[in-house]
């Protein structure tokens, strides 16, 4: 009688030297974990690129004789292929759109003085940001539009 060692147990022995054991023995969990990466993959992707708009703009503002008011928003994005010289910001009001402008002190936020007619005490705005990013096998362009926004001008 031959002396087996002490040990874990083999799982499965071939009979034959020309056969091998169980090979699709594994393939349940294969499959099982392939799924699990294929349902994982996309909520990675969309996790990894994320861009938000913030309004700095306050809700309410006084009514000036000039007719023109601030708006101003902070943009941030930690996709990293965005080229950061190429970001230009828009003010959105009905159909019209005014160009921003980076402020000088504060990095990613961006102004601009837009008209408001004299008979409008709301104003319903939005911030666009288009800009370009590196892909292959030439620069991609995208833009993100902000919600919508409200503006209540109170008269004196």
Known sequence: ????????????????????????????????LFRSWFLLLPM????????????LTPREQIRNANGLYPFEAAWHSNQATIRENSIKAFL?????SYPMQPTSLVKNRWETLAPVPANESFISYRYKFEYNYNRIPEPGMDSRLSPPYTLHIIDK
């Open 92 to 96: 959105i009001i009905g159909l019209e």
């Open 44 to 55: 990675l992707l969309v996790a990894g690129c994320q861009t938000t708009v913030t309004n």
């Open 1 to 32: 009688m031959v002396k087996r060692k002490k040990g874990p147990r083999p799982r499965c022995q071939s009979k034959s030297n020309f056969t091998t054991p169980a090979p699709f023995a594994t393939l349940r969990s294969n499959m099982s």
